[in-house]
């Protein structure tokens, strides 16, 4: 990225790296918080690539070369696609299953809500479209061994171990790379899939195969047993190629001087490295990136309920902070398979600006998307063989987007072939002028955007008015006005670092494990001190076997122990409810009946701050359906640097004058340029705001000004 | 607007498009030009020249014969003029005891053949199966529709039959 060097900044301490479907953004913070950030097409077959060009982008930003980079970082983060890619492609291991006898179909049945899980409403009510994930593992391949164990970890029916010597040997024969074992209930019994392991190992020794075998208690002993199968099977499917792209990564890193070992993002927020035991667990991590940074900006501005909002070229991803609260998705979908991995949640609606524009001859009804052009062709404006007009084209269009500077030059853009083709194929069949068609189409993606957030916040139950919008992602800041318009959001912010915000977020993460296991303890509403010491042992001693399990992978890591800290946590309900909420123990073992009144005390008031006071029921008595423990140790994170407030006139940044189209006419609109305005700056619409990577567009009558953390406030007029 | 080509339509008919692609193809505007290539592709799976006019079943097609239009079946067999019930000339299995049901329903409840027979209608010269109906005994054989070409053309595609 072509900006000047940095002077007077001292050395980068961490990288931080986020390859998304598109791009691959890298973050480089210093210990005084300064940022540079760098941008480079993500390249899937390998990853490396990606990672060094747009390390080296940033590198140049920041004026220093790739070895004094890596040679002088502290800590490298690398959040990438390669098991996402190899899930998605279906290009992962043979894998073959042993699971209870009369579970054998289990794959293909699968769950109802995976046939038509990412689809748009519309195909979501069209049942013809509905289609199951191709699976995992063929129906051939899996094979059925008696055995029962039940809900309350009892042996109902021994394991018949001569079904498991044969099906073992079958799939030997048939040449797996893996063997996934998953019997029903095994998260509260591990027996039989322990001895199902030993005979398969024993067999696969005999045959002497190189073979793998899994099994599901021991990567996510938790309840319901097709989102554990689909753990354990994409554990197995995907990781190995994943695992490889990230020793690229390391070794790329090495090259250049890295001394450490290169770290990759959890689902659940937190930093692990890339030996991590379950790596599955990191698939999802790009946009948790986001959450991550909106909790560290919002200890900042000190507002702990905050929505932040990633607008890229294919969807708008929002996560929500409740008064401090984030909220744990237990069983999200990747690929539409549901998993039991622990996720911070998002809500996502497809709305980007590389959305493809469609206007039905008949009918003249407009749609979005929901398919996106996405960097390959991209939009029309790219020139790079797109020939469906989209959101970035009307941008184009009504000058809001800089033909020059787009990338920071890297990609100019052809407008005069943008404008004929949406002409052609949008404003003639409307019948309206190009102008106004460009901006309708806008207006739809940003109502979208909009009533998707006006959505999230009705259902936290707590006024817009007591939230702050974070608003990031490549195109987030471009139609930030439309999308906050109206709801009264106490505060709007946006960054100078928008379009890497994500890899920002991992960067202020921390090194972090987290064991649970699913339990069953039901607690009635009148039970006796006796009784509630007796459920506190039990919960003491579990917490005291994952607090070890936990403790020992992180010192495997190379962690110290008197670094690492622990705290445990429960999912409760009140007893017959259907959801649980995750609570934080308020101690760190329970041993008396008080002690026990406490934890469930912590559960009433998570409850009642994540629902309301009054839906409290504690006349139904509480059911602990999980038990975990997480284990974190610190790491140097970046810090923002305040800066006192200057003048308002952001003269020092203005670069010149173009003609937007804005609110129904064409405008004379200042620019200025976004990484130099200095705090106190304000600036007044109509203006556009250009950094290399993003774009903010003020428009008539509103204002952005610029606060001592250089962060960009926008405020309606 | 949408149009795929006569490649992506004959995959698409004969089944054996990637199905990522077919539900694009589901899930978008209908593409203006599809009955004409789909008449297309079908007219180049038959191995007869009359000109298919509309296509009222999988394998049975009303075609332009000389000066007729008859219903034809894909092996050729003609079951006369459109306009009269093309299974009247049909072979026929109605299957309205215990015994002739269990034949198609081995492993389940069967329908009271006092309430409900099914008749099956097949070319009496390739044995294709072209439809089969469920109906009360004693109820006629059901005529599904006659259509009414000329409107069809002219007005929904657009393009009137000589």
């Given at each position: 990225m072509s900006v000047s060097p940095a002077t007077g900044i001292s050395q980068p301490i961490v990288i931080g790296i986020d390859a998304g479907g598109t791009m691959t953004d890298t973050i480089l913070v210093d210990a005084d918080g300064h940022f540079k950030i760098g941008k480079s097409a993500t390249t899937p077959k390998d990853e490396s690539e990606g990672f060094l060009a747009s390390a080296e982008d940033a590198a140049e930003a920041w004026g220093i070369s790739l070895e004094s980079l890596f040679s002088g970082v502290g800590v490298v983060l690398y959040s990438g696609t390669g098991m996402l890619n190899t899930l998605l492609s279906r290009t992962g291991r043979k894998l073959g299953l042993i699971t209870t006898k009369g579970l054998e179909d289990m794959i293909l049945m699968g769950r109802g809500l995976q046939a038509w899980a990412d689809y748009s409403y519309a195909d979501r009510l069209h049942a013809v479209t509905h289609h199951h994930p191709e699976p995992l593992v063929p129906r051939r391949r899996t094979h059925g061994v008696t055995e029962r164990i039940d809900q309350f970890g009892d042996i109902v029916l021994p394991l018949y171990e001569h079904d498991v010597h044969a099906a073992a040997r079958k799939l030997i024969a048939d040449k797996v790379d893996a063997i996934c074992i998953m019997t029903i209930f095994s998260h509260v019994n591990p027996t039989h899939e322990k001895r199902i392991a030993e005979i398969c190992r024993d067999e696969v020794a005999k045959a002497g195969a190189d073979i793998l075998v899994y099994t599901s208690h021991e990567v996510r002993p938790v309840i319901r047993e097709q989102s554990r199968l689909n753990s354990v099977l994409i554990e197995a499917y995907a990781t190995s190629r994943g695992r490889r792209q990230l020793k690229g990564i390391e070794d790329v890193s090495k090259t250049y001087g890295f001394k450490y070992g290169v770290q990759t993002l959890l689902s659940f927020g937190g930093l692990t490295s890339i030996n991590h035991p379950r790596l599955h667990e990191t698939m999802i991590s790009g946009p948790i990136g986001g959450i991550l940074g909106a909790a560290y900006v919002g200890k900042l501005i000190g507002n702990d309920s905050l929505i932040c909002s990633d607008m890229g070229g294919t969807s708008f991803d929002m996560g929500v902070i409740t008064r401090g609260q984030t909220r744990i998705e237990n069983e999200p979908l990747m690929d539409r398979f549901k998993l039991n991995v622990p996720t911070l949640h998002l809500d996502t609606i497809g709305a980007g600006a590389g959305m493809i524009l469609k206007v039905d001859p008949l009918t003249r009804k407009v749609s979005l998307g929901p398919e996106s052009a996405g960097s390959d062709p991209g939009p029309i404006c790219f020139a790079k063989g797109g020939t469906e007009p989209t959101i970035a084209d009307c941008d184009a269009i009504l000058g809001r987007l800089n033909p020059d500077y787009f990338l920071g030059g890297k990609v100019r853009l052809q407008v005069d072939r943008a404008r004929a083709a949406f002409k052609e194929k949008c404003a003639d069949v409307i019948g309206v002028g190009v102008e106004e068609a460009a901006e309708g189409m806008i207006e739809m993606l940003e109502a979208d955007a909009n009533n998707a957030l006006r959505r999230v916040i009705s259902g936290q139950g707590i006024h817009p008015s007591e939230f702050t919008l974070l608003s990031y992602g490549g195109s987030g800041p471009l139609h930030l006005a439309g999308c906050s318009r109206g709801i009264g959001f106490k505060d709007i912010i946006t960054f100078q670092f928008a379009a890497a915000f994500s890899a920002f977020g991992c960067t202020t993460a921390d090194f972090m494990r987290r064991h649970s296991v699913s339990t069953q303890i039901d607690i009635g509403a009148k039970a006796s001190d006796g009784a509630l010491v007796d459920f506190g042992a039990r919960v003491t001693s579990i917490w005291n076997e994952l607090t070890r399990a936990a403790v020992d992978e992180m010192i495997e890591d190379g962690h110290a122990r008197e670094k690492i800290r622990t705290v445990p946590f429960l999912m409760m309900r009140y007893t017959g409810q259907l959801e649980d909420v995750e609570v934080m123990a308020p101690l760190s073992s329970v041993s008396s009946a008080g002690d026990m009144r406490t934890v469930i005390e912590a559960f009433e008031a998570v409850y009642a701050k994540v629902?309301?006071?009054?839906?409290?029921?504690?006349?139904a008595g509480y059911s602990i359906t999980e038990l975990g423990v997480i284990a974190t140790a610190d790491k140097v994170k970046p810090i923002l640097v305040r800066r006192p407030l200057g003048k308002s006139d952001p003269a020092s940044a203005h670069k010149g004058v173009r003609d937007a189209y804005l609110g129904g006419g064409w405008h004379r609109a200042n620019l200025y340029e976004m990484d130099d305005l200095q705090p106190g700056h304000e600036v007044s619409g109509p203006a556009i705001i250009e950094h290399p990577a993003t774009t903010l567009v003020v428009h008539p009558g509103d204002q952005v000004f610029v606060d001592e953390w250089t962060l960009l406030h926008y405020r309606h007029g | 607007m949408t149009s795929y080509s006569k490649e992506v339509i004959a995959e698409l008919v004969a089944g054996t498009l990637p199905w990522p692609q077919t539900r694009r193809i589901m899930s978008a505007y209908k593409d203006d030009d599809r009955f004409f290539k789909y008449i297309a592709v079908l007219q180049d799976r038959v191995g007869w020249k009359d000109k298919i006019l509309l296509p009222v079943g999988d394998h049975l097609f009303i075609c332009q014969s000389g000066e007729e239009r008859v219903t034809r079946c894909e092996c050729g067999h003609s079951f006369g003029?459109?306009?009269?019930?093309w299974k009247l000339r049909a072979a026929i299995i109605v299957r309205d005891n215990e015994e002739l049901l269990r034949e198609i329903y081995p492993n389940s409840d069967l329908p009271d053949p006092a309430w409900m027979e099914i008749r099956e209608f097949i070319c009496p010269e390739c044995g294709t199966l072209h439809e089969v109906e469920a109906a009360?005994?004693?109820?006629?054989?059901?005529?599904d529709f006659e259509p009414d070409l000329e409107g069809f053309y002219r007005e929904w595609l657009g393009r009137p039959l000589e």
């Open positions: 629902n309301h006071r009054v839906s409290r029921y504690g006349e | 003029d459109y306009r009269r019930n009360a005994p004693g109820y006629p054989i059901v005529h």
